[in-house]
């Protein structure tokens, strides 16, 4: 996919500009493949299915619980016209999976997270190739 990036940025709006940098790409890297898998599988998956799904017009209606959960997962990455985007797709994904597996799985929550946390570690070694070549230098 990496031959659609300068189409990508020609046509991208970015609100939010992410630092390639050496201080804080320790922080960075703890930050997308621990704190935020989880943090987002509790916050865009977990509570809002146990939530809704337990509501009048919501509990006949799972689309409408996927959608909003998705919805709200865009929005929150919000560095970038195409990533809104991007991240509304993961969140149907994510909450997908969710959803298909919440009553066969005890373990639903953890796949999901673990998802989350492998598409981020692929993310992060695409953006941060350039730092990646530079450390295997030294």
Excluded at 8 to 24: K, L, P, T
Aim: hydrophobic share 55%; net charge neutral; charged share 10%.
């Amino acid at each position: 996919f990496q031959f659609m990036y300068p189409y990508i940025e020609a046509f991208d709006i970015v609100w939010f500009e992410q630092s390639a940098s050496f201080s804080n790409i320790l922080v960075f890297f703890v930050g997308i493949l621990w704190v935020a898998p989880i943090f987002e599988t509790l916050t865009f998956q977990f509570l809002p299915y146990k939530f809704l799904s337990r509501r009048k017009g919501f509990k006949e209606r799972p689309l409408l619980i996927l959608a909003i959960s998705s919805v709200a997962f865009a929005i929150t990455h919000f560095y970038s016209l195409f990533f809104i985007l991007y991240a509304f797709f993961c969140g149907l994904v994510f909450m997908f999976a969710y959803m298909s597996r919440i009553a066969k799985d005890n373990y639903t929550f953890l796949w999901v997270a673990i998802s989350h946390s492998t598409l981020n570690f692929v993310l992060f070694l695409f953006r941060y190739q350039e730092i990646i070549d530079t450390l295997n230098t030294l």
